[in-house]
């Protein structure tokens, strides 16, 4: 009987083990990339911001918008439109430095912490300066132009009668000016007894610089720069136009969604606020501001027109002026220098951005030193 003779075994080689399999390339890219997040938290964040206004702002003094006692100095910066519709092509590079006072706003030319002022200007970012260096803001160009000392209270539109009483006791103004701005897209603030606002409460909370993420800001805006590449912009939210000297030029759409408002119970609390003022010997001039759009937009190929905005403004101003209240309509002005200065590329706005420029803010200073009658120095 033949007997069964099992096979030779054959020895089996193990395999070798996957030095770079997924199990662990991606726990190790993971590990490395968030190194490389911790530590770019630690690089300060102006290095990677496009302009001043963010990076001052997450972490604001207690009832201002700004950090105290800070200066940022970035030589090339650019407006915020071509990142919000994502058109890299259309930026503007320009300077800007900003620096801020020990209160949390920012500094104006000459005047040193705890100097009296001669006026305190109010309003929203155009107030401020966003875009623009210290010594190009309205304040510090009144300044200039007349030697008149102006608190920059500007950054958001203080409503409340209280706080805009103790930031003219900050800035230490007896019987001057109360300039306050009125953006055409926000108009009229309300005006309240008390603190109309979580930021007038400093309710809202700081942001630690470290919990931004570098790193994300990066990713973010090389994605950005893929699509702008494959032609993939937000026109839901920027327009890009051209003027009629065929230099282009961004628009906020929001921006133009509302009128400005003429609300009737505005005319009567501010008539208000100018009477408190008043009380405190303090002179209030409301100073009106068109949209870079209602600028702009007619002087386009082909143009749009704005009349309809222009006369909006004007009748607030109106009403407001034959309530008592002393006003200044800059949209005339502003009108005229954009028309004047369009052949040979002088604009008053920023090409990328809301906010106006040097030569728009010096338009500015120029009507409201005549409106106060603030002679220059030695005249």
């Known amino acids: ?21 997924p199990g662990k390339v991606l726990p190790a890219l993971l590990a490395a990339t968030a190194l490389l997040d911790g530590g770019l938290r630690l690089v300060p964040l102006e290095r990677f911001a496009f302009r001043a206004w963010e990076p001052l702002t997450i972490s604001p003094a207690p009832s201002a918008v700004f950090a105290a006692n800070k200066t940022i100095d970035l030589p090339r910066c650019w407006g915020d ?7 890299p092509e259309d930026r503007r590079y320009h300077r800007e430095v900003f620096s801020t006072d020990p209160f949390g706003f920012r500094r104006s030319a000459a005047l040193l912490p705890g100097e009296k002022a001669d006026a305190v200007l109010f309003g929203d970012s155009q107030a401020a300066g966003c ?50 701005l009125v953006n055409e897209k926000t108009g009229l603030p309300p005006i309240v007894e008390g603190r109309a606002s979580a930021l007038e409460a400093h309710a809202v909370p700081a942001t630690p610089s470290w919990a931004i993420s570098r790193l994300a800001i990066v990713a973010g805006r090389g994605v950005r720069r893929v ?22 030029i961004l628009f906020l759409n929001e921006d133009y969604e ?23 010997g303090q002179r209030l001039l409301v100073v009106f501001l068109p949209l870079s759009g209602t600028v702009y937009r007619p002087l386009c190929a082909p143009p749009v027109p704005t009349a309809d905005r222009v006369a909006a403004i004007d009748r607030v101003s109106t009403r407001l002026r034959l309530a ?30 809301t906010h106006w420029n040097p030569a728009g803010i010096d338009v500015a200073a120029g009507a409201i030193a005549d409106r106060l009658a603030w002679r220059p120095p030695g005249s």
């Open 227 to 248: 699509e702008a590449v494959l032609g993939v912009h937000d026109a839901s939210r920027v327009t890009r136009a051209t003027l009629r000297n065929g230099e282009s």
């Open 131 to 180: 875009g623009v260096s210290d010594d190009e803001t309205l304040a510090s160009r009144l300044f200039l132009r007349t030697g008149r000392k102006v608190f920059n209270a500007g950054a958001r539109n203080f409503s409340s009668i209280r706080r805009i009483r103790e930031i003219c006791r900050l800035a230490r103004l007896e019987h001057g000016v109360v300039v306050y």
């Open 81 to 87: 439109l071509p990142n919000l519709g994502n058109y």
């Open 324 to 353: 008592g209240v002393e006003t200044l309509d800059l949209t005339p002005l502003l009108l005229a220098s954009a028309r004047d200065g369009i052949a040979s590329s002088r604009y008053v706005f920023l090409l990328d951005d």
């Open 258 to 280: 509302h009128p400005l408002s003429e609300d009737e119970a505005r005319i009567a609390e501010w008539t208000h606020l100018e009477e408190e003022l008043a009380k405190d």
């Open 1 to 21: 009987m033949a007997t069964f003779e099992p096979p030779p075994s054959v020895p089996v080689t193990p395999r070798p083990a996957k030095r770079f399999g």
